[in-house]
T-cell receptor, first 112, second 116 residues
Framework: KQEVTQIPAALSVPEGENLVLNCSFT??????LQWFRQDPGKGLTSLLL?????REQTSGRLNASLDKSSGRSTLYIAASQPGDSATYLC???????????FGKGNQVVVIP | GAGVSQSPRYKVAKRGQDVALRCDPI?????LFWYQQALGQGPEFLTY????????KSGLPSDRFFAERPEGSVSTLKIQRTQQEDSAVYLC??????????????FGPGTRLTVL
């Protein structure tokens, strides 16, 4: 079974600093990798999906990289804002492209 | 609808009661998934449907858990004789079901189940 690890579990940064969130996975035979955002008491919002053939994907201040061979992905959030405070979850499909295996998340607090 | 909806949003049950959780996927989405998220953890896969067919139920923790999607749209997750360890957020997701590497799962807001 695919195991996903996210480091650090929690971090606090002052507003304006760049955020770097790490995700590692054990089985490199993946279709894609997704980063989600989860606000307290809410569902998951998809932020970025990187296909296995891609090295990175960008959306606004967010950039996600993928190194499939080493089983790692990094989510960069530039110039953090208090509204970026949330839990960020990394997920990869296993046994094909349906079931998702999630990490425990990176809980981020951006201090104004 | 515009997104995946789930009801109820919150459910409190006494130990031993049966509960039913509903999921309305995005219209036209073939695949539907259920996940269980314990406090402080990432979601864990429970079961998966393609249209009305339940293709994978390997994540269901016990035979007290049952899911159905009889007409290939709305799905219900039923938990019989609830136990305290069933307390969690139950998330539903749907996708187009193309199987391609760009097929994204869209999640509902979840149902928070508390078993007393």
């Amino acid at each position: 079974k695919q195991e996903v690890t996210q480091i650090p579990a929690a971090l606090s940064v002052p507003e304006g600093e760049n955020l770097v969130l790490n995700c590692s996975f054990t089985d490199s035979a993946i279709y894609n990798l997704q980063w989600f955002r989860q606000d307290p008491g809410k569902g998951l919002t998809s932020l970025l999906l990187i296909q296995s053939s891609q090295r990175e994907q960008t959306s606004g201040r967010l950039n996600a990289s993928l190194d499939k061979s080493s089983g790692r992905s990094t989510l960069y959030i530039a110039a953090s804002q208090p509204g970026d405070s949330a839990t960020y979850l990394c997920a990869v499909p296993y046994y094909g492209n349906n079931r998702l295996a999630f990490g425990k998340g990176n809980q981020v607090v951006v201090i104004p | 609808g515009a997104g995946v909806s789930q009801s109820p949003r919150y459910k409190v049950a006494k130990r031993g009661q049966d509960v039913a959780l509903r999921c309305d996927p995005i219209s036209g989405h073939v695949s539907l998934f259920w996940y269980q998220q314990a406090l402080g953890q990432g979601p864990e896969f429970l079961t998966y449907f393609q249209n009305e067919a339940q293709l994978d139920k390997s994540g269901l923790p016990s035979d007290r858990f049952f899911a159905e999607r009889p007409e290939g749209s709305v799905s219900t997750l039923k938990i019989q004789r609830t136990q305290q360890e069933d307390s969690a957020v139950y998330l539903c997701a749907s996708s187009l079901g193309t199987g391609s590497s760009t097929d994204t799962q869209y999640f509902g807001p979840g149902t928070r189940l508390t078993v007393l």
